[in-house]
């Protein structure tokens, strides 16, 4: 099991001729998304021995778009250079050891195709771009060339290795050039033979044209003329051979000398294992060459679905090769392959690194031709995480490229050990769960609805559910069936079923033996059981309890809901977030404590994460609902919303949290406390998980298309950033590339948006079902390596093409430019003089006719002779007459009927042909068909109103469908709201509302449907719920409360105008659900509104807004006595600093009377609280409000409200003279003030409610006997406790005063009394202040008690209590072992990691400082120095420490007590300091306290201190 953080980093980006490359000593680095990702390879990794030597050590992060090329300078010594080309425009030098740009420049004015750094010279690059540019940088004298040798796109140039000036340059349209660029880029050889893209140039290692066994035919030719003239004494004339890769599928080798080719490789087609992609497609393929350094003879290259080749040159005409991992089936990459580049470890191994679309980098040994490791990465975000429960370890990643990826966590040899699925995806995968029982069943949902099962263990595709949901799949999770199945015997269910819920809010049971049937809405399963009658709210997170007895459902209005089954009965809910709440987790059962499997943890579109402790409520299994608005636990310190919680399996009330503002946070939980702080993602983080193993170990992923594996030990921070913290994460996390703006309509997202799940995959992905899915780019995602340059004259390629943002958009605006300009041209014609402009001609109706009438005479003559054989042959026209009369169809106008309608559609056609159908229409009419005439209209969609308005001449049915005809032709023109009143005309009023609802148009609907229809007609309400939803999901919710209220939904329409959560809505809300007689609704908001104001400190406000409800009658009291404390706090500037915003009611102030008088005076005044039976209601209102216990992390605005709840309680119960239940509540408030370290508010309610002392309360309790005797005894343990403290700190200054406790007086000692003295006291307080006079040295303090100190010390006795030491002793036992266990589980694995780590004599260092490190910090007992403890003793004391507390009554348990042991050590410090103040009796007592239960080490060094 590996010991150290491990990245699956983003996939390297496709399509770039160079985006990885490698130097000797083992670091290789490849271009991913904006950044550059560096792994160190081979000895140097330090990885655990037997594992793969690999390890990502870092990321480049600088530009804010793709990186498009990547080299390191090859030169020794100069290792640690690097350099990167973008999208953005620039080229940055870096320093991989630093991690930081060194310099940059920003010379091209195109897209950057194309960069190297130069082998020979070692602060030279050369890049070139889309358009041809070429400029020439040179590093050190930051001096720079510009070329211009062809207007054409460059794919890819490399510099020679062996002369310094020689560049080969490869373009788009299959041209090579070699130039020299010490002569301004004169072309020394322009190689044609390629007839497409140039994806690779290589070089041949050797220089002289001697290391290959050429053709003789070739050889004998004479020397080439290139460029049509000779040039004399060019660098090349001892010659060097050059490979290129081209689309066209072949490998050239040219000879450089002659500048011609000598070799021509044609790609063979390969059988592809493993899959199916047709070889013949020619856009597949990339082909890269690698031309290994010192074997001239041999070359690699890439083929059409990812196998690698060895070419063996030495032949010509045998064109020999050797696959790469022929003897491994499974190892070649599955897709095209984009870079090669070599590397040499440290161990002098020859290695071959690939990057491919396949999403894998693979290592490969030159020697062997073998796949020595594989290195996955992700192309989309990682949406989702899941490790399985049956097969440890092993870990599932939905991610957005569309594949399931199962990582095995645990495997010993492979560190990166990945399996992937991706049949039947095909989209971004949002939602995994595996199956709690079945090995290898792993659910998964999409962002296009859909939800499947995958069995891991078969390569079979996965079921898919019939049932989709209609947007993003946002969590799944099995549990037990809930009455819903078809009907059928008990035997027929299975188990467990997979419950999926998805952005539209609908939460489906899916079956799992019976995926091809219809899944169930659980809404209905609720709406019936709870027979709920108003709006189910959006459902956004369902969460099982472990136990399968209880279901959670988050919502979009931020509340929960908790269900029972089998029938999902209601029985809680909470209103906590009022934010979509995005996440809830429910902790495990297995802990020490198993009352912690009640706590649910949340998290919403805010930033604080809620704890529930839901026992209670389980247990109890109310009758009705119960509403939940306080915490168990709050943990505040993210800054943006919550995306994944993830309790730890390891600890007890430990949480993981990943969040949107960039960081993972462990939280101790049970203390409100943040422990540690992960910040190494560089995007938004989507998803956590926690090793099942590793207890310091966690998963998580983000936008950034990384999985992270980090140990909480190694986090230098302990809470998420703050202030300018968080703004430097943002500006990391911005530094990500921009999503760039689609045409395509984006989908809608989850209420205000959960993880930011968007649709758009690679074309390919959908069309193609033999490969994985890519997200080349997607609207938000930004996935850009899928980028193909653009393909001139409108050539489709069936690679998914991506235009440059610079050429893409440079076309795009020209285009429109230019219609914009034609637009103008015609829309503004010059102006005509008046006199000029003639009336125009009306046109005629039978132009046609008109014109053979206006024919030459002869013809003219000719139809008046046919027209009078025709009108005068008695007997039927002859067929000569008949055809004449066809052919002068004008003359049907003086002829019959027959021949007239033959004229008329002649003239019809013409209009028609000519684009006037208005005229084709009056023809029409004027023949009498007029249903024709309509029918031909709608047909070619030009119906008018018109005709609409003359169809009733041809009859009620003819009109009817005329009307509804037209409708569907004004709906096409988008004119919804006309096409409605049309179909209004004919009395379809459902159907025009219906038309109207479905294009949004629910205003109009609403008024058409309460004019016409009556008024209980359901479509009405179902009109207003509609608009009303979307409303709400628009933000507008005033707006859709009206609707709510117009449904008859009153309590909707509640709900949703507190959605703002502001106070106005939050009043009118409360205000709206009294008026509509949902008074417990209307209590649960007017109770928030007065929660928001109090936090205002508007006190005012609070009271009215408590006023709307008499069931809140309880709550004005606790607020009223928070108000008189709070001032009362102020006035004696305690609090945390005097707010002049406070609105404080005008109630009689009274100050010289008791706290509790003064409150009781107020409430009879005010609240008319007078008699006995109002203030025992008062007690029912408030004493079923459990508040959470407090912590120390618990906000000081929050722990005195919960104080102010069990003070009123006291109160009251004193009011109805039930002083058991005033003591318990006011030991609760004391011991929340203990509990939160607020000794301050602790003093103060024992000054205002316990004046006295306890004294009055033990007379009201009556005998000792009283059931409330162990609490009165923890509440006057508590009040001594207090005054002690307050009777040591007057003792504890330079110069105590004199006080109710002491009196103190001067009096001169002589100097030997005097240096007595000083030998007795501490240091602390022999050091005289500096602005003290000189004679007070003479001068020593006569400190005695007064009668009221020695009452207080001598009820100090109730302190030194053995029972509740012996207790108290258990309970640190216990914690101390479970803190050491912890720390020793730490300590293992810190030494785990620095052996895998140490190198040389100091290896076993961190064991021996580990071994100490258990050992006593002061190192002053030997038993503890010597030997650490071992487990079994541990065990041993745990087992003992939990009898020891078994032994103890229930009551002991029940009310806490002060520290005994703190009580003696002040006491004995009191008593060393001032003798006779504490009596040896008391001191005798306290330390054999201290001596028997003292045995933690804390306690032993105080100890030890005060007896030295």
């Not at 003792?1291 to 004199?1298: A, Q």
């Not at 007064?1346 to 100090?1356: F, H, I, K």
Request: charged content about 25%.
């Amino acid at each position: 099991m590996g010991q150290e953080p491990r990245t699956l980093p983003p996939s390297p980006n496709w399509y770039c001729s160079r985006c990885s490359d490698a130097v000797p000593g083992g670091l290789f680095g490849f271009a991913a998304r904006t950044s550059v990702f560096l792994v160190r390879v081979g000895p140097g990794a330090d990885v655990i021995p037997g594992t793969s030597p690999f390890r990502v050590i870092g990321e480049l992060v600088g530009h804010t778009e793709r990186v498009s090329g990547f080299t390191f300078c090859h030169h020794p010594g100069q290792y640690n250079l690097c350099a990167t080309s973008s999208d953005d425009g620039t080229v940055k030098i870096w320093d991989v050891e630093t991690k930081t740009v060194v310099t940059e420049h920003a010379l091209h004015q195109h897209t950057i195709s194309a960069l190297h750094w130069s082998p020979l010279v070692k602060d030279l690059l050369v890049s070139g771009d889309e358009k041809g540019v070429v400029f020439c940088y040179w590093l050190n004298r930051n001096d720079s060339q510009h070329l211009f040798i062809e207007p054409r796109t460059i794919f890819c140039l490399t510099c020679s290795p062996h002369h310094e000036d020689l560049v080969a340059i490869g373009y788009k349209d299959g041209i090579v050039v070699i130039i020299d660029i010490s002569k301004k880029g004169e072309v020394i050889h322009r190689l044609r033979g390629h007839d497409d893209e140039i994806h690779s140039i290589a070089w041949c290692p050797l220089p002289g044209e001697d290391c290959l066994f050429t053709n003789q035919e070739e050889n004998s030719e004479e020397l080439e003329i290139p460029n049509g003239k000779v040039i004399a004494q060019t660098p090349v004339k001892k010659g060097c051979y050059l490979a290129t890769g081209s689309k066209d599928q072949t490998i050239r080798i040219w000879s450089c000398s002659r500048g011609r080719v000598v070799m021509t490789l044609k790609l063979p087609f390969l059988k592809r294992r493993g899959g199916s992609i047709d070889p013949t497609v020619k856009e597949r393929l990339w082909l890269t060459l690698h031309w290994p350094k010192g074997q001239p003879t041999q070359l690699v290259s890439s083929c059409f679905g990812g196998e690698l080749l060895l070419w063996d040159l030495t032949q010509s005409w045998r064109r020999k090769y050797t696959l790469f991992s022929a003897s491994s089936e499974g190892q070649n990459h599955s897709r095209i392959v984009f870079n090669l580049c070599p590397l040499q470890t440290e161990d002098d191994k020859q290695l071959l690194l690939s990057t491919s679309m396949d999403r894998d980098v693979k290592c490969w040994d030159m020697a062997t031709l073998e796949c020595c490791w594989t290195l996955p990465s992700l192309g989309g975000f990682a949406y989702s995480l899941a490790f399985s429960p049956v097969d440890t370890g092993c870990l599932a990643i939905g991610a957005g490229d569309g594949m399931i990826r199962i990582w095995n966590t645990f495997s010993i040899k492979n560190n990166y050990d990945v399996k992937i699925f991706w049949q039947g995806v095909k989209s971004k995968v949002t939602a995994l769960c595996w199956h709690p029982t079945k090995e290898g069943c792993l659910a998964f949902g999409t962002d296009d609805g859909k939800v499947g099962l995958y069995d891991t263990y078969s390569n079979k595709p996965p079921q898919i559910s019939s049932t989709y949901h209609k947007k993003t799949v946002y969590s799944l999770a099995w549990g037990p069936p809930v009455p819903s199945m078809a009907p059928g015997g008990e035997g027929d269910r299975p188990s467990l079923t997979l419950y999926s819920c998805g952005g539209e809010g609908i939460v489906l049971q899916h079956n799992p033996w019976k995926l091809s049937g219809e899944a169930f809405d659980i809404n209905k399963l609720i709406r019936d059981t709870n027979s709920i009658k108003y709006k189910l709210p959006v459902h956004t997170e369902i969460s099982w309890k472990a136990d399968g007895k209880i279901m959670a459902l988050g919502n979009e209005d931020g509340s929960i809901e908790i269900f029972k089954v089998p029938n999902l009965k209601l029985i809680c809910t909470i209103q906590q977030h009022h934010k979509l709440v995005n996440t809830i987790s429910w902790h495990h059962e297995y802990g020490s404590q198993p009352e912690l499997s009640y706590l649910m943890a949340s998290g919403s579109n805010n930033a604080v994460i809620y704890v529930h402790n839901l026992q209670t409520v389980i247990e109890s299994n109310p009758e009705s609902p119960v509403t939940i608005t306080e915490p168990y636990r709050t943990l505040s310190g993210h800054t943006a919303k919550i995306t994944s919680l993830a309790w730890s399996p390891h600890h007890d009330g430990r949480l993981i949290s990943a969040s949107y503002d960039g960081t993972a946070q462990v939280w101790d939980t049970l203390q409100e406390e943040p422990l540690c702080n992960f910040r190494g993602h560089r995007g938004r983080l989507l998803c956590i998980a926690w090793s099942p193993l590793d207890p310091d170990c966690i998963y998580s992923g983000a936008d950034d298309f990384c999985v992270y594996k980090w140990l909480t030990s190694m986090q230098e921070h302990s809470r998420p950033p703050q202030g300018k913290k968080s703004t430097e994460l943002e500006k990391k996390r911005l530094s990500q590339p921009k999503p760039k703006p689609k045409k395509k309509k984006k989908p809608t997202l989850r209420g205000p948006v959960k993880q930011e799940l968007c649709n758009g995959n690679e074309e390919e992905s959908v069309k193609e079902s033999s490969g994985p899915v890519e997200n080349g780019v997607s609207d938000q995602e930004t996935e850009e390596e899928a980028r193909e340059p653009e393909l001139p004259c409108g050539v489709t390629s069936a690679e998914p093409v991506i235009c440059t943002p610079a050429s893409l958009g440079f076309d795009k605006s020209k285009v429109t430019i230019n219609n914009k300009v034609t637009l103008l041209k015609k829309e503004a014609p010059k102006e005509k003089p008046e006199a000029l402009i003639k009336k125009r001609k009306a046109r005629s109706m039978l132009p046609l006719s008109t014109s053979l009438d206006h024919r030459s005479k002869e013809e003219l003559h000719q139809d008046c002779l046919v027209l009078a054989t025709a009108k005068h042959s008695r007997a039927e026209p002859k067929e000569d007459v008949s055809a004449d009369l066809e052919e002068r169809f004008h003359l049907g106008l003086f002829t019959d009927r027959a021949t007239l309608y033959r004229m008329i559609e002649v003239e019809g056609k013409g209009h028609l042909e000519n684009g006037h159908p208005e005229l084709f229409h009056q023809l029409m009419l004027w023949k009498g068909d007029l249903k024709g005439v309509l029918q031909t209209a709608a047909e070619r969609g030009e119906l008018t109103d018109h005709l609409v308005a003359m169809a009733p001449v041809a009859g009620y049915h003819v009109w009817v469908w005329a009307v509804e005809a037209f409708a569907k032709q004004l709906c096409f023109q988008d004119q919804y709201v006309k096409a409605a009143s049309h179909l209004l005309s004919i009395h379809k009023v459902y159907d025009a509302v219906e038309l109207l609802k479905a294009n949004h148009f629910y205003r109009e609907a609403i008024a058409i449907a309460k004019a016409r229809l009556r008024p209980e007609d359901p479509i009405l309400k179902d009109l207003y719920l509609s608009w009303g939803a979307i409303l709400e999901k628009d933000g507008h919710y005033a707006l859709a409360a009206k609707c709510y209220l117009g449904g008859t939904s009153a309590y909707d329409a509640a709900k949703v105008l507190a959605k703002k959560g502001d106070v106005a809505s939050l009043r009118t809300a409360a205000e709206l659900a009294s008026i509509v007689g949902e008074n417990e609704l209307s209590a649960t908001l007017a109770l928030r509104c007065a929660q928001e104001l109090l936090l205002a400190r508007n006190w005012v406000g609070a009271q009215e807004a408590l006023q709307l409800h008499e069931s809140l009658k309880g709550q004005r009291l606790v607020f009223c006595l928070l108000e008189l404390l709070s001032k009362h706090l102020e006035e004696k500037q305690l609090s945390e600093g005097k707010s002049s915003s406070s609105s404080y009611n005008a109630w009689p102030a009274g100050s010289e009377r008791p706290f509790v008088e003064r409150v009781t005076a107020v409430w009879k005044s005010a609240f008319s609280l007078d008699s006995p039976e109002q203030s025992q209601a008062a007690f029912q209102q408030l004493q079923d409000i459990k508040y959470p216990s407090a912590t120390s992390n618990t906000p000081s605005k929050q722990l005195l409200l919960h104080i102010c709840h069990d003070l009123t309680l006291a109160v009251l119960s004193q009011q109805v003279a039930s002083w058991d239940a005033a003591v318990e509540g006011l030991l609760r408030a004391v011991i929340r003030s203990y509990n939160s370290g607020n000794f301050t508010i602790m003093q103060e309610v024992h000054s205002a409610f316990l004046p006295e002392g306890c004294d009055h309360l033990r007379d009201k309790l009556g005998g000792h006997q009283s059931p409330t005797t162990p609490a009165f005894k923890s509440l006057e343990a508590f009040f001594i406790y207090g005054r002690l403290y307050e009777f040591w700190w007057s003792l504890s200054g330079p110069c105590p005063k004199s006080s109710i406790w002491v009196r103190a007086a001067h009096r001169r000692t002589t100097s030997v009394e005097q240096s007595q003295q000083l030998d007795n006291v501490s240091p602390e307080e022999t050091d005289p202040k500096a602005s003290q006079p000189e004679p007070s040295r003479n001068l020593e303090l006569d400190v005695t008690l007064t009668e009221e100190g020695e009452q207080m010390l001598n009820a100090c006795k109730e302190l030194l209590s053995e029972k509740h030491a012996g207790f108290q002793n258990a309970q640190r036992t216990i914690a101390e072992v479970q803190d050491t266990l912890a720390e020793m589980i730490r300590q293992h694995q810190k030494s785990q990691l620095c052996k895998a780590t140490a190198n040389g004599p100091d290896k076993n260092e961190p064991e021996q400082k580990a071994e100490q490190s258990l050992s006593s910090p002061q190192n002053q007992c030997k038993e503890e120095k010597n030997e650490p403890v071992s487990l079994p003793e541990l065990t041993k004391r745990i087992t003992e420490a939990n009898e020891r507390i078994a032994k103890f009554p229930e009551s002991t348990k029940t009310w806490p007590f002060p520290d005994v042991l703190e009580c003696c050590l002040v006491l004995l410090h009191i008593g060393s300091q001032y003798s006779g103040f504490v009596t040896q009796e008391m001191q005798q007592q306290a330390q054999e306290l201290l001596q028997k239960y003292g045995s933690t080490k804390v306690y032993k060094r105080h100890y030890q201190t005060l007896c030295t």
